[in-house]
């Protein structure tokens, strides 16, 4: 079954800015009632992780009451970023929240005006919990198809959506427009986060200007795979909680070596489109 339209189809004006310029904020794609599923997942994680903390001894609190944007921030406050880092610097657990809104009617509408209705999504999704002070959370120039240098030229589409507002003092998306029409540049891995990003040189960056990308919390900023892109460091004392999901034609590689995708969205075989429980037993497509 094809899933209704969410009527998040963008207009003509709007697939010709991104076609131009590479990248497309679309403000309020998403309202809470959208976004509560992830957030309950994330929420989730985080009492996780408060657990372990707790049992390590590395905590007396475990925090419960604070609200979502304060209590991971709060619960490493006085921890190292190694100690934050074993948990990853981004996530990508198979809780079902995740699935819900990766299949958000809303996002596949906005993509399927892009790329056409045989859509799939990538296996490399990100929850990104950028705490204050962790030198990881600020993630440095690049090209998302760096990370996938050897799949084909049909398009893989970003869709980086905050929970909640993202600014320039908590480490807001910035971009480079029009670099969607560079090929991929030579990158290297860096060593300063403990993380291995892979980076850009500053000479490699070209005059284009930068855009700082501030958004409230349930926009959508799309974005190509070859489109210049980088964050900085979350100056706030509150986490920038934010998801980039990835989009891309069927025909597009499915990249096993970074996971298992799903089939989002197909006008052809819409019987065979993932279901939850095909996603949980990282099954790609919906078989009977
Ligand atoms: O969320 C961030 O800070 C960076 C996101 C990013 O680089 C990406 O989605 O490719």
């Given at each position: ?155 893989v589409i970003t869709v980086w959506i905050p929970l909640v507002d993202a600014n320039e003092v908590n480490g807001c998306l910035h971009i480079k427009p ?15 986060t403990g993380t291995g990003y892979t980076a850009l040189k500053d000479s490699q960056l070209g005059k284009t200007e930068t855009v700082a990308l501030p ?23 509150e986490v920038r909680w934010s998801v980039d999901l990835r989009y891309q034609p069927t025909d597009q590689d499915p990249m096993p070596q970074h996971g ?29």
């Amino acid at each position: 079954m094809i899933k209704q339209s969410g009527s998040g189809s963008l207009t003509t004006e709007q697939k010709q800015f991104y076609e131009e310029q590479g990248y497309l904020i679309i403000p309020h794609l998403l309202s809470q009632e959208d976004l509560s599923s992830a957030r309950d997942a994330m929420t989730q994680k985080v009492s996780m992780i408060a657990d372990e903390l707790f049992e390590d001894g590395l905590i007396t609190d475990k925090l419960e009451d604070r609200p979502f944007p304060n209590r991971l921030a709060e619960l490493f406050q006085h921890l190292t970023a190694e100690n934050f880092l074993k948990y990853g610097r981004s996530w990508r657990d198979r809780i079902p929240g995740y699935f819900t809104l990766m299949s958000n009617p809303k996002i596949l509408d906005a993509v399927e005006s892009l790329i056409g209705g045989e859509l799939f999504a990538n296996p490399v999704y990100n929850v990104r919990p950028k705490v204050p002070r962790v030198a990881a959370g600020a993630v440095p120039w690049h090209q998302d198809k760096s990370y996938w240098p050897d799949a084909n030229a049909n398009p893989v589409i970003t869709v980086w959506i905050p929970l909640v507002d993202a600014n320039e003092v908590n480490g807001c998306l910035h971009i480079k427009p029009q670099t969607h029409r560079k090929r991929v540049l030579k990158w290297h891995r860096e060593t300063y986060t403990g993380t291995g990003y892979t980076a850009l040189k500053d000479s490699q960056l070209g005059k284009t200007e930068t855009v700082a990308l501030p958004v409230p919390a349930g926009s959508a900023i799309l974005f190509n795979d070859r489109c210049l892109h980088m964050s900085t460091p979350n100056l706030s004392h509150e986490v920038r909680w934010s998801v980039d999901l990835r989009y891309q034609p069927t025909d597009q590689d499915p990249m096993p070596q970074h996971g298992v995708g799903f089939l989002a969205r197909s006008h052809k075989y819409p019987t065979r489109v993932a279901t939850l429980s095909d996603w949980l037993a990282e099954k790609s497509e919906h078989s009977d």
